[in-house]
Each structure stands twice: as structure tokens, then as C-alpha cells.
């Protein structure tokens, strides 16, 4: 996957230069509702305020380039959940489950290289919800890719 260099005009960029969260497109692929932030600290943080349906996904857009490094996510709904972070339709980590009504903070295990690239105004960065629906928060940790 090619990737083309980022001049420092990149509004998102500049935003995160002056400590500025971007806020991204967060979209649902059957239910649910939700923000997506991207963070100075290079981080995508992703607030699922309605319920995520189950065996459906939520993506996000960013405007940058970055590879992604780690995900943790926080189950807030009462059922127990798997949820799995995807390039499409490419895992880019194992299914993770989350406890019901629980505030643990559930690491995914591994990140494959061969699936945790994205590009700019890319929206291919999504979350599989795979056993019951899903209500919390999942912060994704990403590397920016400069050029």
C-alpha cells in the first residue's frame, strides 16, 4: 500500500500540533450511535453512547495516515461481548472478549502487520461486534506514518 507525504497543511495535523482532538466520522453498520476522537497523543478514542448491534461493525474515518498499535476496550452493556478490529474485512487483532457491566480494561493480544496500515481519509478501520451488542469505549493506539 503506497502512501503519499502529508504537508504540515493538513488540518488535522495542525489541530493536533496545538493539542486539538479532530473529531472523526464515526458510522454504524445496522444500530448504534457514538463520537470518535482523535487525540494529540496519537490515539483514537471512540465513545459507543447507544448500543452497537451485534454481528454488525462501526468504522471510522481519519484524515491521516497511521498504523495501528494497540486496542483496549470497556464494556459498559450487560451482556458479555467479542469485538474485533478489522481492515475491512482483515483481522487486525483476535476476537477480544469483554465482560458484562464491567470497567476492566480488555487489551486485544496481538496486532497483525499485514492488516494495520491505513491511509488518508481511509474508512476501512472497523470494529466487528461478533456475540451480543456493544456499549463502552475502545481506544485504539495508532502510529502516524509521515511520508
Not at 470518535?36 to 451485534?54: C, Q, R, S
Amino acid at each position: 500500500m503506497a502512501f503519499t507525504e502529508i504537508p504540515l497543511t493538513n488540518q488535522a495535523y495542525q489541530k493536533m500540533i496545538k493539542a486539538q482532538p479532530v473529531e472523526l466520522t464515526l458510522s454504524f453498520e445496522g444500530d448504534g450511535a457514538g463520537v470518535a476522537y482523535l487525540l494529540p497523543n496519537w490515539t483514537i478514542v471512540i465513545m459507543i453512547t447507544t448500543a452497537a448491534e451485534a454481528a454488525k461493525y462501526f468504522a471510522v474515518t481519519t484524515p491521516i495516515p497511521f498504523r495501528v498499535t494497540g486496542m483496549q476496550m470497556i464494556h459498559n452493556n450487560a451482556d458479555t461481548c467479542k469485538i474485533q478490529a478489522l481492515n475491512t474485512a482483515a483481522a487486525i487483532t483476535d476476537d477480544v472478549t469483554v465482560a458484562a457491566s464491567d470497567t476492566d480494561i480488555d487489551d486485544a493480544s496481538e496486532i497483525d502487520d499485514a492488516a494495520y496500515e491505513f491511509a488518508i481519509d481511509d474508512d476501512d478501520l472497523r470494529f466487528e461486534i461478533t456475540t451480543a451488542a456493544f456499549l463502552g469505549i475502545v481506544i485504539v493506539k495508532i502510529a502516524p506514518i509521515l511520508s
